[in-house]
């Protein structure tokens, strides 16, 4: 990466072009592709103002006789003889404060300004800038003169919200000695703080913005193994199949299985510290409620709005397709960006589908030849670049951060053998089926459990052996043995009908009813079930594996399932969801008894 | 930009390619002079230097390479929009074809519209009532929501849409008349569908708020790939200008993407799925998003498309894209028609995504959300009674399984069924929900609030009447 290349003064705002910037004439306009005539000097995937109009694009190909360049906006208009001029830099994304608690298009245009200068709607070629330049921020320089800064050090603290302390870096590809600092006090993104001498000699201006390169990964120091999961509040996600900090996890199903609300319940409840939502070709309404919503949600850690933590990206369906492409780069920058600051950033990408789509409509466009259902063959290559970039890490600057991705995929008629699904399957380490008969059956989270799996279960058991409790990973896994169990008969079942199975089967599909409905059916509108602590999470399955070694050892002495389904121990065990408040974990001892007073009654009758 | 180019270069279906323009741009739209007398309207649709290849709207019959001369006119497709619209009929690139004579048009507009941006939306939250059970009551319409119809042929999809027409445009949540309009696109329908709603309209006296785009199964293909365009754009004009509540109907969507496939054939693109283009996707949301509610505006576009699976297939490419980008879908049932239950809505594929949001205490009812999730799951249960007793028989199931075997036909022949001109406000919806919950044990009702149940909860039977009472006065009816 050139040095001078990123230090440019680059994003979506047009600025006029650099001396000596080179230029193109189009010739030929075919939806978001525009080509220009012969070999006009562009640099591949360089940033380039297209037509009177200066709408943006990128160099996606270059050959001797044509440049070829894919538009961010609509290209309706364009005429052949039109100018395509170069900016000289990569497509990049600006970074300082003003990105939390902000929403975006796909090329990081705030969506806010957009409405201000052009009401209801969005028009082509709208010029804005990034972040608000003129905002002043309270700032604090924790360098002074003579200090040695070296990539990614840290140089002044700015409260971006009032949940997040940003931490502005020098660029992770620049390293010297402070001649001089401001005092500490309010300074747009613009202003220079504090000015070092390179270690050629040169005297370099640093403010809080950096720009960066969408698709370049920012660098980091090394990466760690997965050991602390990223806790969602979600029982099936976090007993049954977590997802480490720094790990990769899919959401696939079909259309109303319930991608999104998945996606929406991790947003709001997971224990990251940033969340970079990105709606890639996802509807608008959609957007709109997450920006409604956790404007008004309080984040249960700190108190403060769920937005103050948040990014939105929406590049919503209806908006250009190139630009739909480059909204998951643009997230994941943004991510890396928070990462190196030492934060726990998860990004949400609904859906990975839509991008991938975006891919086939562009190479469909420059007529390559397609691969599997008319996606390009790039597309496996493509999906593993960008779920690479998830990862614990040490930083340059000797924090650690991690970057957790959780991708959306919505298969074509919800089947999973689909390219994008069987591709993502490949590079992510955690997969959450979602399932149409259980979303049909109303049982949300649809997350189907024997489909279902996650790789990080044996990195992440010492963590809950120390940290929730040492039976834990014992009793998740007699709740999948359970489940299991109940799949199989459940084969037998459907054939001769459940009244003939032997009385311990029957209670096997007793218990397992109880977690399924009691344990992995969890109601996101309610107030106390929406996020669940572990303690709690952990404390159900005790109830539930105590209720059924109780009811086991009936049925060893010989008592009928008949006759023990006939206690209300078993609705009142699946109801403690609803019934014990999060807080009053006390309230399971007396179901403990319960469950004591149930087995002592059935014994007493029967005897 | 009165250059006028003779001839053509070549033709290919609905495409006509014109070579040595000089200023032509992306999307312009060209006027068609054929044979000096006949004007066709046309769209560039690609261009490579002085090479533009052009989508004829009205078709390319009668066109030859030399017989057409070619105007282009610097602007991309727009039309006339105007409140003196609503009560008239068009074709489906806008022109009028009720022998009313021209409408005096406020303004032009591009028809392919501009992305809403979030920001400015508002999440919709008020519901339509419809009168409709299976829709009040499990797959609730939202003023400002997407919400299709996936239908077969031969499944009476046009009789539902009219009913919610009828039902929703004079329910007490219309508002007064004058802010409320149909705005209808018919892409490529038979003349007996379109004939069907414009009866439908007069009978029910709202046609003088309606607008009506027909595109007939005979009309040109292209001119389909703007009908839905230029409704919409009607639509927005009235909703976020003049502040009206506007309902949109798109029939069939199958046909319109179908012209695509087409039109995309003719121009040599390499195909996805089923022959369809890879932009399939973009395309649909193109239309479907264009439904909703602007910030501090007061007025809204509601959309139901009609399509018709193919085979009724809903994994087919245009029912599977169109629920990704819509607010859910009401799914109609061959084998429910077959019962001759109407409207056969076949609720467990059936989903409103905006519906939690849009009922509940402040809206319908408290219990309504716990009412709904219950039936779902509870019929959900009915699926596997019916496929254990088609294995094993009804005598050799379980009591519980021959209760829900019970429920399911009850469910079918009380809730979902009703007549088409039967108007049930959202009461009544819901206490025919509870009187059939009622003929399932309390215990078995696990996705209702303990609080609610003991409010609502009944138990109930069928009495010799064939009527639903309360079990245990038989006498009192609920």
């Given at each position: 990466?050139?040095?001078?290349?990123?230090?440019?003064?680059?994003?979506?705002?047009?600025?006029?072009?650099?001396?000596?910037?080179?230029?193109?004439?189009?010739?030929?306009?075919?939806?978001?592709?525009?080509k220009?005539?012969?070999?006009?000097?562009?640099?591949?995937?360089e940033?380039?103002?297209?037509?009177?109009?200066?709408?943006?694009?990128?160099?996606?190909?270059l050959?001797?006789?044509?440049?070829?360049?894919?538009?961010?906006?609509?290209?309706?208009?364009?005429?052949?003889?039109?100018?395509?001029?170069?900016?000289?830099?990569?497509?990049?994304?600006?970074?300082?404060?003003?990105?939390?608690?902000?929403?975006?298009?796909?090329?990081?245009?705030?969506?806010?300004?957009?409405?201000k200068?052009?009401?209801?709607?969005?028009?082509?070629?709208?010029?804005?800038?990034?972040?608000?330049?003129?905002?002043?921020?309270?700032?604090?320089?924790?360098?002074?003169?003579?200090?040695?800064?070296?990539?990614?050090?840290?140089?002044?603290?700015?409260?971006?919200?009032?949940?997040?302390?940003?931490k502005?870096?020098i660029?992770p590809?620049?390293?010297?000695?402070?001649?001089?600092?401001?005092?500490?006090?309010k300074?747009?993104?613009?202003?220079?703080?504090?000015?070092?001498?390179l270690?050629?000699g040169s005297?370099?201006?640093?403010?809080?913005?950096?720009h960066?390169?969408?698709?370049?990964?920012?660098?980091?120091?090394?990466?760690?193994?997965?050991?602390?999961p990223?806790?969602?509040?979600?029982r099936?996600?976090?007993?049954?199949?977590?997802?480490?900090?720094?790990?990769t996890?899919?959401?696939?199903g079909?259309?109303?299985?319930?991608?999104?609300?998945?996606?929406?319940?991790?947003?709001?409840?997971?224990?990251?510290?940033?969340?970079?939502y990105?709606?890639?070709?996802?509807r608008?309404?959609?957007m709109?409620?997450?920006?409604?919503?956790?404007?008004?949600?309080?984040?249960?850690?700190?108190g403060?709005?769920?937005?103050?933590?948040?990014?939105?990206?929406?590049?919503?369906s209806?908006?250009?397709?190139?630009?739909?492409?480059?909204?998951?780069y643009?997230?994941?920058?943004?991510?890396?960006?928070?990462?190196?600051?030492?934060?726990?950033?998860?990004?949400?990408?609904?859906?990975?589908?839509?991008?991938?789509?975006?891919?086939?409509?562009?190479?469909?466009?420059?007529?390559?030849?397609?691969?599997?259902?008319?996606?390009?063959?790039?597309l496996?290559?493509?999906?593993?670049?960008?779920?690479?970039?998830?990862?614990?890490?040490?930083?340059?600057n000797?924090?650690?951060?991690?970057?957790s991705?959780?991708?959306?995929?919505?298969?074509?008629?919800?089947?999973?053998?689909?390219?994008?699904?069987?591709?993502?399957k490949?590079?992510?380490?955690?997969?959450?089926?979602?399932?149409?008969?259980?979303?049909?059956?109303?049982?949300?989270?649809?997350?189907?459990?024997?489909?279902?799996?996650?790789?990080y279960?044996?990195?992440?058991?010492p963590?809950y052996t120390e940290?929730?409790?040492?039976?834990?990973?014992?009793?998740?896994?007699?709740?999948?043995?359970?489940?299991?169990?109940?799949?199989?008969?459940?084969?037998?079942?459907?054939?001769?009908?459940?009244?003939?199975?032997?009385?311990?089967?029957k209670?096997v599909?007793?218990i397992s009813?109880?977690?399924?409905?009691?344990?992995?059916?969890?109601n996101?509108?309610?107030?106390?079930?929406?996020?669940?602590?572990?303690?709690?999470?952990?404390?159900?399955?005790?109830?539930?594996l105590?209720?059924?070694?109780?009811?086991?050892?009936?049925?060893?002495?010989?008592?009928?399932?008949?006759?023990?389904?006939?206690?209300?121990?078993?609705?009142k065990?699946?109801?403690?969801?609803?019934?014990?408040?999060?807080?009053?974990?006390?309230?399971?001892?007396?179901?403990?008894?319960?469950?004591?007073?149930?087995?002592?009654?059935?014994?007493?009758?029967?005897? | 930009?009165?250059?006028?180019?003779l001839?053509?270069s070549?033709?290919?279906?609905?495409?006509?390619?014109?070579?040595?323009?000089?200023?032509?741009?992306?999307d312009?739209?060209?006027?068609?002079?054929?044979?000096?007398?006949?004007?066709?309207?046309?769209?560039?649709?690609?261009?490579?230097?002085?090479?533009?290849?052009?989508?004829?709207?009205?078709?390319?019959?009668?066109?030859?390479?030399?017989?057409?001369?070619?105007?282009?006119?610097g602007?991309?497709?727009?039309?006339?929009?105007?409140t003196?619209?609503l009560?008239?009929t068009?074709?489906?690139?806008?022109?009028?074809?009720?022998?009313?004579?021209?409408?005096?048009?406020?303004?032009?507009?591009?028809?392919?519209?501009?992305?809403?941006?979030?920001?400015?939306?508002?999440?919709?939250?008020?519901?339509?009532?419809?009168g409709?059970?299976?829709?009040?009551?499990?797959?609730?319409?939202?003023?400002?929501?997407?919400?299709?119809?996936?239908?077969?042929?031969?499944?009476?999809?046009?009789?539902?849409?009219?009913?919610?027409?009828?039902?929703?445009?004079?329910?007490?949540?219309?508002?007064n008349g004058?802010?409320?309009?149909?705005?209808?696109?018919?892409?490529?329908?038979?003349?007996?569908?379109a004939?069907?709603?414009?009866?439908?309209?007069?009978?029910?006296?709202?046609?003088s708020?309606?607008?009506?785009?027909?595109?007939?199964?005979?009309?040109p293909?292209?001119?389909?790939?703007?009908t839905?365009?230029?409704?919409?754009?009607?639509?927005?004009?009235?909703?976020?200008?003049?502040?009206?509540?506007?309902?949109?109907?798109?029939?069939?969507?199958?046909?319109?993407?179908?012209?695509?496939?087409e039109?995309?054939?003719?121009?040599?693109?390499?195909?996805?799925?089923?022959?369809f283009?890879?932009?399939?996707?973009?395309?649909?949301?193109s239309?479907y998003?264009?439904?909703?509610?602007?910030k501090?505006?007061?007025?809204?576009?509601?959309?139901i498309?009609?399509?018709?699976?193919?085979?009724?297939?809903?994994?087919?490419?245009?029912?599977?894209?169109?629920?990704?980008?819509t607010?859910?879908q009401?799914?109609?049932?061959r084998?429910?028609?077959?019962?001759?239950?109407?409207?056969?809505?076949?609720?467990?594929?059936?989903?409103?995504?905006l519906?939690?949001?849009?009922?509940g205490?402040?809206?319908?009812?408290?219990?309504?959300?716990?009412?709904?999730?219950?039936?779902?799951?509870?019929?959900?249960?009915?699926?596997?009674?019916?496929?254990?007793?088609?294995?094993?028989?009804?005598?050799?199931?379980?009591?519980t399984?021959?209760?829900y075997?019970?429920?399911?036909?009850?469910?079918?022949?009380?809730?979902?069924?009703?007549?088409?001109?039967?108007?049930?406000?959202?009461?009544?919806?819901?206490?025919?929900?509870w009187?059939?919950?009622?003929?399932?044990?309390?215990?078995?009702?696990?996705?209702?609030?303990?609080?609610?149940?003991?409010?609502?909860?009944?138990?109930t039977?069928?009495?010799s009447?064939?009527?639903?009472?309360?079990?245990?006065?038989?006498?009192?009816r609920?």
């Amino acid at each position: 990466m050139d040095s001078t290349m990123t230090n440019k003064l680059i994003h979506s705002e047009y600025k006029e072009p650099p001396e000596g910037a080179v230029s193109g004439i189009i010739f030929s306009i075919n939806g978001p592709i525009v080509k220009t005539e012969g070999n006009s000097g562009f640099l591949m995937h360089e940033m380039v103002y297209v037509g009177n109009e200066k709408l943006i694009g990128e160099v996606i190909g270059l050959t001797s006789q044509a440049s070829i360049i894919e538009v961010y906006e609509e290209t309706g208009g364009i005429k052949p003889g039109e100018l395509v001029t170069g900016s000289g830099s990569p497509v990049s994304v600006t970074l300082a404060p003003g990105i939390l608690n902000n929403i975006f298009d796909g090329i990081e245009r705030p969506l806010s300004e957009i409405a201000k200068k052009d009401n209801a709607y969005i028009s082509r070629g709208v010029n804005v800038e990034s972040l608000d330049t003129k905002k002043l921020w309270d700032t604090h320089i924790t360098v002074k003169k003579g200090d040695r800064l070296y990539h990614g050090s840290v140089i002044a603290h700015v409260q971006e919200t009032p949940a997040i302390l940003h931490k502005v870096m020098i660029p992770p590809d620049k390293e010297g000695t402070v001649s001089e600092v401001v005092n500490d006090g309010k300074y747009t993104i613009n202003d220079t703080l504090v000015k070092i001498i390179l270690n050629d000699g040169s005297t370099e201006n640093l403010s809080m913005t950096q720009h960066w390169p969408i698709r370049i990964p920012r660098p980091v120091l090394k990466r760690f193994p997965a050991s602390v999961p990223l806790i969602t509040g979600q029982r099936i996600l976090d007993t049954l199949f977590p997802l480490a900090k720094g790990g990769t996890a899919a959401v696939p199903g079909g259309f109303g299985t319930g991608k999104t609300m998945t996606q929406h319940q991790i947003a709001k409840w997971s224990d990251a510290d940033i969340i970079i939502y990105i709606g890639c070709g996802e509807r608008g309404n959609e957007m709109t409620q997450v920006l409604e919503e956790f404007s008004e949600l309080t984040d249960p850690k700190t108190g403060n709005p769920l937005m103050d933590r948040t990014s939105l990206i929406a590049n919503t369906s209806n908006m250009p397709v190139a630009a739909r492409e480059a909204s998951l780069y643009s997230g994941l920058t943004l991510a890396e960006y928070y990462r190196d600051m030492g934060y726990d950033v998860a990004i949400m990408a609904d859906s990975t589908s839509r991008w991938a789509e975006a891919l086939r409509e562009i190479s469909g466009r420059l007529e390559e030849m397609p691969a599997e259902e008319g996606f390009p063959a790039y597309l496996a290559s493509r999906l593993s670049s960008f779920y690479e970039r998830a990862g614990m890490v040490q930083n340059l600057n000797g924090t650690e951060g991690s970057v957790s991705i959780i991708g959306a995929v919505s298969p074509q008629g919800g089947d999973f053998s689909e390219p994008v699904t069987q591709n993502t399957k490949r590079f992510v380490r955690c997969f959450w089926g979602l399932d149409k008969n259980l979303a049909y059956a109303r049982h949300f989270p649809a997350i189907q459990w024997l489909t279902s799996y996650s790789e990080y279960l044996n990195e992440l058991a010492p963590w809950y052996t120390e940290m929730v409790d040492k039976k834990f990973v014992d009793y998740r896994n007699q709740l999948v043995y359970l489940l299991g169990r109940e799949a199989s008969l459940m084969e037998i079942v459907k054939l001769i009908g459940a009244d003939v199975l032997p009385d311990d089967q029957k209670l096997v599909l007793e218990i397992s009813k109880v977690i399924r409905i009691g344990f992995l059916q969890q109601n996101a509108f309610h107030k106390d079930d929406t996020c669940v602590p572990m303690s709690k999470q952990f404390k159900m399955m005790d109830i539930i594996l105590y209720l059924y070694q109780k009811a086991k050892s009936l049925i060893h002495m010989g008592m009928p399932m008949s006759i023990l389904k006939e206690d209300g121990i078993w609705d009142k065990v699946i109801s403690i969801k609803y019934d014990i408040p999060n807080d009053k974990p006390d309230m399971f001892d007396e179901y403990k008894k319960d469950v004591d007073r149930f087995y002592e009654s059935v014994i007493e009758k029967n005897a | 930009m009165s250059v006028e180019y003779l001839g053509l270069s070549s033709i290919n279906g609905p495409l006509a390619v014109l070579e040595g323009v000089k200023g032509a741009a992306y999307d312009e739209i060209v006027e068609m002079d054929v044979k000096g007398s006949q004007k066709r309207l046309g769209r560039i649709i690609e261009i490579n230097n002085d090479k533009a290849v052009i989508q004829v709207f009205e078709g390319t019959d009668g066109m030859a390479l030399r017989n057409t001369r070619t105007r282009l006119t610097g602007h991309p497709m727009r039309i006339g929009v105007s409140t003196d619209m609503l009560g008239r009929t068009f074709n489906g690139i806008g022109h009028p074809i009720d022998d009313l004579g021209p409408v005096n048009y406020d303004k032009l507009l591009d028809v392919n519209g501009k992305p809403l941006n979030p920001v400015s939306r508002k999440y919709p939250r008020n519901y339509i009532r419809t009168g409709i059970s299976s829709i009040d009551g499990l797959t609730t319409l939202i003023r400002g929501q997407k919400l299709p119809i996936f239908s077969g042929n031969g499944l009476p999809h046009d009789e539902l849409a009219a009913q919610i027409v009828r039902q929703a445009s004079l329910g007490d949540n219309a508002g007064n008349g004058d802010d409320f309009a149909i705005v209808f696109a018919a892409m490529g329908v038979k003349h007996d569908v379109a004939d069907f709603f414009r009866r439908t309209f007069e009978d029910s006296g709202v046609s003088s708020h309606v607008a009506a785009f027909i595109n007939l199964a005979n009309d040109p293909v292209v001119e389909r790939l703007i009908t839905p365009k230029a409704a919409l754009t009607l639509a927005e004009y009235l909703a976020f200008e003049k502040e009206m509540h506007i309902l949109v109907i798109l029939t069939d969507m199958t046909s319109f993407a179908e012209a695509m496939r087409e039109v995309s054939s003719s121009k040599g693109e390499i195909p996805s799925r089923k022959g369809f283009p890879g932009y399939l996707y973009s395309e649909l949301a193109s239309i479907y998003e264009r439904a909703g509610i602007v910030k501090d505006i007061n007025g809204s576009v509601t959309q139901i498309p009609i399509l018709t699976m193919p085979n009724d297939d809903i994994t087919h490419p245009i029912p599977d894209l169109t629920g990704y980008i819509t607010e859910g879908q009401v799914v109609l049932d061959r084998d429910l028609n077959a019962q001759s239950v109407y409207p056969p809505v076949s609720i467990l594929p059936s989903l409103s995504r905006l519906m939690k949001d849009g009922i509940g205490k402040d809206y319908t009812r408290e219990d309504h959300q716990d009412v709904a999730n219950q039936l779902f799951s509870s019929y959900a249960r009915v699926q596997d009674a019916r496929a254990l007793a088609s294995v094993i028989g009804e005598d050799e199931l379980s009591d519980t399984d021959k209760i829900y075997l019970v429920f399911g036909k009850e469910f079918e022949e009380r809730f979902i069924k009703q007549d088409s001109d039967e108007n049930r406000d959202i009461f009544k919806t819901l206490s025919i929900g509870w009187q059939l919950l009622g003929l399932i044990p309390r215990s078995e009702l696990d996705r209702i609030d303990t609080k609610i149940l003991d409010k609502y909860y009944v138990p109930t039977s069928i009495n010799s009447d064939n009527e639903i009472v309360a079990v245990e006065k038989d006498n009192m009816r609920l």
